[in-house]
């Protein structure tokens, strides 16, 4: 069996909308990317156009060997096709029990998932989503409307993803999955800050807890919970 | 076109004369062509397109069943176009200008309010349905009747959610009912020279044409 290349290559992107635009150029390779930036910078607009939803006005965005690909999008409710729980499970053809238990929603089968709460819709899509086995995977925003629990829970699910590109677009600040590059968008130009540990030196939006350690001189391996706080700890 | 006061007459008046006769409906189409910029609001309004074919498919169940449907969908397609053109030229607040210059500062503010606010919807119901469309498309499911309906259910719940959230931001932030307000327009050349070509296309589309050609009798 041959071994799988799995790549994006965005070559001179640019993407632009009313009175915004944004360049981007690099390679994703697999693994987990984290992509941050300020309200407005487009990650959502360059989620799509990694997903091939979005046309650039002009460059190349390829993606080499992904065969399946799947976008969470920020607002849950989009993905709704079932009446039921049990309905919308069965429609992304997974076992309704196991995707119900992962989003701690057991019991609630029967329920139509629009009188879920966004926070309760948004683990059901996440359960769903990664329960998927696929070559690439963008999240965006999958940390909002989440709970500190249900992030924890969605870090760990993430954190066990074997193969493909995953890439995480988010604001968070707070609990984030193992990541394995970071990238940021900064003044309309998405710039990679390079592998873990040595990006988080030049993560400008990176969070103060990351920033305090840093500045302490206690690098963190990794920017998972755990890895801060084996930071802190650091004598 | 920049005054609203003219735009919606033109659109009031052009859509009144092809609903009524074929012949106003013409006239109203070829209005249409001189002054709306055609493929701009054909290709900022794609939705334009599933709705004519759908137009299109009940005009032929009429035409099969009793006849007419060929009239009818042609009324009925120029008036959808009329009102793509109204949509397509809106600007953020004109309605609230209008109202309050129609009505005054109780009812026309709220009339104007609301008509701006069914607009903002109108826009995220817009990108909402492309939205649905992808993720559908994402999760293999194929556009048609069976999609026709969670699409539906989903815009239609996010719309009340959205209209009850800011029924309750304006009771929060103390509005009871009307505002004052100072209504303004701009009027170009090109309102002028729109609103008397419609006036005149509708003039002639209700006037038999052996009033205007003197052949004999």
Not at chain 2, 159 to 177: F, H, I, P, Q, S
Request: charged share 20%; glycine share 10%; proline share 4%.
């Amino acid at each position: 069996m041959a071994v799988q290349d799995v790549k994006i290559v965005l070559t001179d992107v640019q993407a632009a909308r009313k009175n915004w635009s944004l360049t981007a150029q690099g390679t994703l390779y697999e693994g987990t990317h984290l992509i941050s930036g300020a309200v407005g910078s487009g990650k959502s607009t360059l989620a799509l156009m990694l997903a091939g939803l979005f046309p650039p006005v002009s460059g190349q965005i390829k993606r080499e060997d992904v065969s399946t690909l799947m976008v969470s999008f920020q607002y849950p409710e989009y993905h709704i096709t079932g009446t039921t729980l049990e309905e919308e499970c069965s429609s992304w053809g997974l076992d309704p029990f196991s995707v119900l238990t992962a989003a701690n929603l057991t019991g609630k089968k029967t329920e139509n998932p629009i009188k879920l709460s966004r926070g309760e819709l948004k683990m059901l899509l996440l359960a769903c989503v990664l329960a998927g086995n696929y070559d690439l995977l963008i999240l965006d925003e999958p940390f909002s409307s989440l709970d500190c629990y249900g992030k924890e829970r969605i870090c760990k699910r993430l954190s066990e993803r074997s193969r493909g590109i995953t890439v995480i677009f988010t604001h968070e600040q707070t609990i984030f999955p193992r990541i394995d590059r970071i990238w940021e968008i900064r003044n309309g130009e998405l710039c990679d800050r390079g592998g873990l540990p040595e990006a988080l030196r030049h993560w400008y939006y990176a969070p103060k807890v990351i920033k305090n350690l840093i500045s302490a001189g206690k690098i963190p391996k990794n920017i998972t919970p755990g890895d801060l706080l084996e930071a802190a700890c650091r004598t | 076109m920049q005054d609203v006061r003219i735009r919606i007459g033109i659109a009031a008046i052009l859509s009144g004369a092809a609903f009524f006769t074929i012949e106003g409906a013409l006239a109203a189409f070829i209005w249409w062509l001189i002054f709306s910029h055609p493929l701009k609001v054909l290709k900022k309004i794609r939705v334009v397109f599933p709705i004519i074919i759908m137009i299109v498919f009940f005009s032929i169940i009429m035409e099969i069943t009793g006849g007419g449907g060929l009239a009818y969908s042609i009324r009925m397609i120029i008036i959808l176009l009329i009102g793509m053109w109204l949509y397509c030229e809106h600007q953020t607040g004109e309605f609230l200008h209008l109202g309050t210059w129609l009505f005054g500062d109780r009812a026309g503010f709220e009339l104007g309010m609301l008509a701006e606010m069914a607009m903002q919807s109108l826009d995220i119901l817009s990108s909402d349905f492309l939205q649905i469309r992808q993720a559908q498309e994402l999760k293999g499911v194929r556009w048609g009747v069976r999609s026709l309906i969670p699409t539906g259910i989903i815009l239609v719940h996010g719309t009340l959610r959205r209209a009850d959230d800011a029924a309750e931001l304006m009771a929060v932030r103390g509005y009871t009912r009307g505002g004052t307000f100072c209504p303004e327009f701009t009027t170009t050349m090109r309102d002028i020279l729109g609103g008397l070509f419609a006036l005149c296309m509708v003039i002639i589309s209700f006037v038999p044409a052996s009033e205007f050609f003197i052949l004999y009798r």
